[in-house]
């Protein structure tokens, strides 16, 4: 059974950091990259980072350069470091494996992120 469990959000000032975390099946984690994406409130998912299996990365320009995705292989579980956290960044979180996203539809509950200005 495909399983993702996203935590470690919360309400933070503009400035501040959350680290985010997946834990994902073992047979999702050990065979696709994986990536974070987010929904704010009225507006359509969208990519924020992913890693792929040797750990290269992959940033949206808007959060490139303050966030930091990474992961662990022993734990099967994504991490996503947000520093320097902006307002605009508020939204809810999700993982999920990066090919399937075209069709996947297994969306975790996801975690969410406010940042107040």
């Known amino acids: 059974q495909v399983q993702l469990v996203e935590s470690g959000g919360g309400l933070v000032q503009a400035g501040g950091s959350l680290r985010l975390s997946c834990a994902a099946s073992?047979?999702?984690?050990?065979?696709?990259?994986m990536g974070w994406f987010r929904q704010a409130p009225g507006k359509d998912r969208e990519f924020v980072a992913r890693i792929d299996l040797s750990g290269g990365s992959t940033y949206a320009v808007s959060v490139k350069g303050r966030f930091t995705i990474s992961r662990d292989n022993a734990k099967t579980t994504v991490y996503l470091q947000m520093n320097n956290l902006k307002p605009e960044d508020t939204a809810i979180y999700y993982c999920?494996?990066?090919?399937?996203?075209?069709?996947?539809?297994?969306w975790g509950q996801g975690t969410q992120v406010t940042v107040s200005s």
């Open positions: 073992g047979r999702i984690f050990s065979r696709y990259t």
């Open positions: 999920a494996p990066v090919p399937l996203i075209g069709t996947w539809s297994a």
